[in-house]
């Protein structure tokens, strides 16, 4: 028996056939039947086999490993014993160099590789051995299991077709490297190959066609330069691809529609997010809609959970931080002379340096109510100013907080004396309205002359604040003074 070196990336169909050949016997099959393998168990890669030939011939079992078949899908290529790491073929027809086949004109097959692995990958156009373009052969009748071993007279036919020197592109450079194992550690290294294919033809999909175009009809030509592509944006690793998506997809319209900035290129992947061998090509995805795109909450990313970038809209960080939009608005109109509408960005640090103040900030509706007076009461005390607003913003919006609030009513209300039996008194807001003048005059007029107040603890605010009848003679003196005055 004659046992000759394989050669890189050779498939166990081709170095069995070269051994039966130069040991005299007539085909492959004849090779299972002297050392007892199942034919169809070796060709399809089964470890067992492939150890036992590799042990009769002294070579290495891995390297005979490279190229085994996939009996349960025909357009499948295993590659090595990891049964993840599989690309897709052609079943139909294969391709071969006819610098490789130079031998057989010569009968010469120790020297004549007639079937190597990278050449059975439907990505690979070119060899790696010679930078050729492989010649296509499609037999009349394709065999069921060893295909690279179509007809022998096939083979010779396209031995002597003219040798194409075309050089090999990024995407082949890296099937030729997966397959001798030659890849320097790296993120594109340690994706699966079949993955790494079809990443970098739908990155070159998006560089040549763009994301929102008719991605049906791409000729096999247009499809190796998309692969070329996006191989070379593949091994630039992680801030490669995002520079490349920043390019291509960008931030999408309305700030947040990320399906719709990946158009055609958002199936290929949301539909392969539960796929382990996708998962690193999915998180960079994700990662970069994250950093890229908006979105109020947390949100999963072609299955990863992702946040956006921080708001920046008015309308965003007030929702964020729980402020009113309008009041907002007018604050940052009078204190910074920002005119910002609920469209518009804003500095976020700025809204955050407001937010503690304007969160509990009541409009002048409100403070009245909590006060227990009308509007026009309010705008009595305000103009007397015996209340001041926390923030004019102009004539007609004002705000208030708690605190100020609590503070004015604790100078009227809390320190009044609770009235006792069934004394003639009068509500303040009464006396008021009965006499025609503003609330707020009359609490100054109780104020100069020390009138003691009295409240009604069942009542709120000063709709609870009574004086005794006999001094509503003295109070409607000191206001007529008043307003001699």
Not at 146 to 167: C, F, G, K, T, V
Not at 196 to 219: K, N, V
Not at 259 to 268: I, L, N, T
Not at 276 to 299: I, K, S, W
């Amino acid at each position: 028996m004659v046992f000759p070196a394989p050669f890189p990336r050779e498939t166990i169909a081709s170095y069995g056939y070269r051994i039966a050949r130069l040991s005299g016997l007539s085909s492959l099959t004849d090779l299972g039947h002297l050392f007892d393998l199942d034919l169809r168990a070796l060709l399809e890669g089964d470890r067992v086999s492939v150890r036992a030939l590799a042990r009769y011939a002294g070579c290495d079992a891995a390297k005979l490993g490279q190229g085994r078949l996939d009996a349960r899908n025909p357009h499948r290529l295993r590659i090595g014993f990891d049964p993840r790491a599989m690309v897709q073929s052609n079943p139909r027809s294969f391709r071969v160099c006819p610098l490789c086949l130079r031998g057989m004109a010569e009968g010469d097959v120790a020297t004549t590789c007639l079937g190597r692995t990278d050449w059975l990958v439907a990505a690979n156009h070119v060899c790696a051995e010679h930078q050729v373009r492989l010649v296509q052969v499609t037999p009349s009748k394709p065999a069921r299991v060893h295909r690279d071993l179509a007809p022998i007279p096939l083979l010779e036919r396209a031995q002597r077709s003219p040798p194409r020197p075309e050089p090999a592109t990024a995407l082949e450079r890296h099937i030729a490297g997966c397959l001798d194992g030659t890849l320097v550690p790296s993120w594109a290294g340690d994706l699966q190959l079949d993955v790494f294919i079809h990443t970098a033809e739908i990155f070159g999909a998006l560089a040549m066609r763009g994301a929102q175009a008719d991605w049906s009809e791409i000729s096999g030509e247009e499809r190796r330069r998309q692969g070329h592509i996006g191989a070379q944006v593949l091994v630039q690793g992680v801030p490669g691809i995002k520079a490349f998506l920043a390019e291509h997809i960008g931030t999408g319209r309305r700030g947040n529609d990320y399906r719709y900035a990946f158009g055609q290129a958002f199936d290929p992947f949301y539909f392969r997010r539960a796929l382990p061998a996708y998962r690193p090509v999915c998180e960079v995805l994700a990662d970069y809609v994250g950093e890229t795109f908006r979105f109020t909450g947390q949100e999963k990313v072609f299955g990863i959970q992702t946040r956006g970038i921080a708001p920046k809209t008015l309308r965003a960080l007030c929702t964020h931080h729980g402020i009113g939009l309008k009041i907002t608005a007018q604050v940052l109109k009078a204190q910074y002379g920002l005119r910002a509408g609920a469209s518009a960005e804003v500095r976020p640090e700025l809204i955050a340096e407001l937010a503690p103040a304007l969160r509990d900030l009541l409009n002048a509706q409100d403070a009245a109510r909590a006060l227990g007076v009308s509007i026009d009461v309010l705008k009595g005390l305000i103009a007397d100013g015996l209340l001041l607003p926390d923030y004019q913003f102009n004539d007609r919006m004002r705000g208030f907080s708690r605190e100020t609030l609590d503070r004015f009513l604790a100078e009227w209300c809390k320190g009044a004396r609770a009235k006792r039996g069934r004394g003639t008194k009068i509500a303040l807001l009464e006396l008021a309205r009965s006499r025609c003048v503003r609330t707020s005059r009359l609490l100054l007029a109780v104020r100069a002359l020390g009138v003691p107040l009295l409240r009604d603890a069942r009542r709120h605010g000063l709709a609870g604040v009574f004086v005794a009848e006999a001094d509503t003679v003295a109070l409607l003196r000191q206001l007529r003074e008043q307003v001699g005055a």
